[in-house]
């Protein structure tokens, strides 16, 4: 689920940015790292990045020929979150359908819950829908499930995973 990662990449520092002090330059290093991790979103490898935790290595910057920026390889350790087929995960119930429910997790928004995959339960319609079983349990919005992952899928033009999970095992269904 959460990754320690460690992972080269190329800042650009603009050349107004440059100072002699030192500090101001890390300052700005960081600070342009962490608006770079964060507009990248995600990837089909690491999952979605969650959080530089340290700057491992600065490499020698390289001057731009055309704008006067400088260009630092910097080297940088950060924690991803991905999920895997067949691991156990919760996820909070944002969307009810008639065929099944769509769940949250991390920042995974689009977790599938089949109807086809909740044995026992069956869908009851109304002003605030929900699927129930014999024993009252309900699997309605803002409920926390416990379910597995069947498959995940890579959207590149969105930067985001998809997946499709189940409640038939051991211990998995709404949680208390």
Not at 49 to 74: C, H, S
Not at 95 to 121: A, Q, T, W
Request: proline share 5%.
């Amino acid at each position: 689920m959460f990754l320690k990662v460690q992972l080269p990449w190329n800042i650009i520092i603009p050349a107004e940015s440059l100072e002699s002090n030192g500090l101001m330059l890390q300052r700005s290093m960081i600070l342009r790292l962490l608006d770079d991790f964060a507009s990248k979103k995600a990837s089909k490898e690491l999952g979605y990045y969650l959080a530089v935790t340290t700057l491992d290595k600065i490499g020698e910057g390289k001057v731009r020929q055309n704008t006067g920026d400088v260009l630092f390889p910097v080297r940088f350790s950060g924690i991803t979150f991905k999920i895997f087929r067949g691991e156990i995960i919760e996820g909070v119930v944002h969307k009810v359908l008639k065929h099944g429910v769509f769940l949250r997790c991390g920042p995974i928004e689009n977790i599938y819950l089949s109807n086809m995959k909740m044995p026992d339960y069956r869908y009851v319609p109304g002003e605030d829908p929900e699927f129930m079983n014999n024993k009252l349990s309900k699997i309605k919005k803002d409920v926390v499930v416990r379910v597995i992952v069947l498959g995940t899928k890579w959207l590149e033009a969105e930067r985001e995973f998809q997946a499709l999970v189940s409640l038939e095992g051991d211990y998995l269904g709404p949680v208390s």
